[in-house]
C-alpha cells in the first residue's frame, strides 16, 4: 500500500488494494464469498484470514484502497455510513464526554447523536460549524469530537476544516470529517488535520446506486487499530461482494465526479436565473458564503445542488413530482440524477430539532447523463 502513496489520485484510485489474484493471476480482486479458512493444524492460518467477520480479502482490498486515496494510515468498510459512524463513536466516546455537531447534517447522523449515543451519558453542542468561533464558543472542557459535514446535507453548507482541526488540536478533541458529499477525490481532510474521515459508501464511491456501505478512515495507526479491534467486536461489517461493488465503484471516482461537477455548476447556474426559484444553494456559486473556502479545499464544488422554489411547501413537492429523468428518491452520489424533498424525505428525522431544514427546500443529486437533458427537464418540472 505504502508506494502507491507516491502515486497520483486516479492512479490510486485503481490500483491501491488491487493487487492480482496469486492464484489465478486474475487483475480484479475475487469476491471470497466465504465465512471460514481451512486451517493447516490448529492456528495455521494460511493468509492471516480466519473468519470473515474479522477480515476477509475482497474487504481487505477495499479498506486497503480506502486509507490509500483519503491518505490515512487504516480504512475500515461497513455495512452502512450509520454502522460506520456507531463503531467510530463507540469508540472515541465514554459517558459524560461532549460533543460539537453541525446545525446542518445528514438526518440519521443527527438522529444518532439525539436518538442513541445521549442515552449513553454523551451530550452534544449543536453549532454552525460554517463559523469557526461558533464551533470554539461550543467547546467545552469535557468535548472529545468535533464533528464536520462538509459540503453538508442539505444545505450544502462549507466548513473550513484546516480552522476547525486547529480548534479541535487546541480542546484535545478528535476531528471527524463526514466526507461523503466531496469524495476523497475532490476533498482531502486528513491532509488538513482531520482525525478520521467518515462515508456513507453507498454515494458517490459506490457510484450507482446498487450498494450500501460505510468507511472509516484513520490518520492515526494507534486509533486504526482501536477501531478494527471494534469493527470485529460489534460485526457490522461489509460484505464481501458489497467491498467487491464499492472497489469497482472507486476505479471511476475520478471522471465520475469530474463529470457530476460539471453538469452541478451548469445546474446551479441555469436554476439562478429561474424566476421560480428564491434560492440556489451551491458552493460552486461566487455568491455562497462558503465559496472561497470550498474553492481553497476542494478541487471541484461536486455535484449535489440544493435550491427553495416560490410557493413554499407544496410547490417544491410538486417540482419534485413533475421531474421526470430526475428519479424522485432518496440517497444521492450515483450516475443517475435523483430529486428529492429533503423536509418530507431525509431529512424528516430531524423536523423539530436544530437541524429543521426549509419545506421549500428541494435537493438535486446531479448525475452524469447529458447535461442539455438535465436542464430541460429541471424546466419542465419548475413549470
Ligand atoms: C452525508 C451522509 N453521511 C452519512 C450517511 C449515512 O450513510 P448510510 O445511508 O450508508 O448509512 C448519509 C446517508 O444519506 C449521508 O448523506
Not at 479541535?168 to 488538513?192: C, E, W
Not at 434560492?279 to 458564503?289: A, K, R, S
Amino acid at each position: 500500500m505504502s508506494d502507491h502513496g507516491l502515486h497520483s489520485f486516479e492512479t490510486r484510485a485503481i490500483h491501491a488494494g488491487n493487487t492480482a489474484d496469486p492464484q489465478t493471476g486474475a487483475v480484479v480482486p475475487p469476491i471470497y464469498q466465504v465465512s471460514t479458512y481451512k486451517q493447516d493444524g490448529v492456528g495455521g492460518l494460511r493468509g492471516g484470514y480466519e473468519y470473515s467477520r474479522s477480515a476477509n480479502p475482497t474487504r481487505t482490498a477495499l479498506e486497503e484502497n480506502l486509507a490509500a486515496i483519503e491518505g490515512g494510515r487504516r480504512g475500515l468498510a461497513f455495512a452502512s455510513g450509520l454502522a460506520a459512524e456507531d463503531c467510530l463513536l463507540r469508540t472515541l466516546l465514554r459517558p459524560g464526554d461532549h460533543v460539537v455537531i453541525p446545525n446542518d447534517a445528514y438526518g440519521g447522523t443527527f438522529r444518532l447523536f439525539a436518538k442513541v449515543v445521549e442515552r449513553w451519558g454523551v451530550d452534544f453542542s449543536v453549532a454552525n460549524t460554517s463559523d469557526p468561533a461558533a464551533v470554539r464558543g461550543s467547546v467545552t472542557d469535557r468535548t472529545k469530537v468535533i464533528w464536520v459535514e462538509t459540503p453538508s446535507n442539505p444545505l450544502l453548507g462549507i466548513t473550513d476544516i484546516a480552522a476547525v482541526a486547529d480548534i479541535a488540536r487546541t480542546a484535545g478533541a478528535k476531528l471527524v470529517v463526514d466526507n461523503t458529499f466531496a469524495s476523497p477525490y475532490l476533498q482531502q481532510p486528513i491532509s488538513l488535520g482531520a482525525d478520521v474521515v467518515v462515508h456513507s459508501l453507498t454515494k458517490y464511491m459506490g457510484g450507482h446506486s446498487d450498494v450500501v456501505g460505510g468507511g472509516l478512515i484513520a490518520a492515526d495507526a494507534d486509533l486504526g487499530e482501536e477501531l478494527a479491534y471494534h469493527q470485529n467486536a460489534m460485526g457490522a461489517v461489509a460484505g464481501p461482494f458489497d467491498a467487491w461493488l464499492v472497489l469497482r465503484g472507486i476505479k471511476t471516482l475520478p471522471v465520475r465526479m469530474d463529470r457530476h461537477s460539471e453538469n452541478a455548476a451548469r445546474v446551479a447556474e441555469m436554476l439562478t436565473r429561474h424566476p421560480k426559484v428564491v434560492e440556489v444553494l451551491y458552493p460552486g456559486l461566487p455568491e455562497h458564503p462558503g465559496h472561497e473556502v470550498a474553492a481553497k479545499q476542494m478541487r471541484a464544488f461536486g455535484g449535489m445542488v440544493s435550491f427553495r422554489v416560490q410557493g413554499g411547501e407544496q410547490a417544491a413537492v410538486e417540482v419534485c413530482n413533475r421531474a421526470k429523468l430526475f428519479t424522485l428518491g432518496e440517497s444521492l452520489g450515483g450516475v443517475e440524477s435523483l430529486i428529492e424533498h429533503p423536509g418530507r424525505m431525509t431529512h424528516a428525522s430531524v423536523v423539530g430539532s436544530a437541524l429543521e431544514v426549509p419545506a421549500d427546500l428541494v435537493r438535486l443529486s446531479v448525475g452524469i447523463e447529458a447535461a442539455d437533458d438535465l436542464l430541460a427537464d429541471l424546466q419542465q418540472a419548475l413549470g
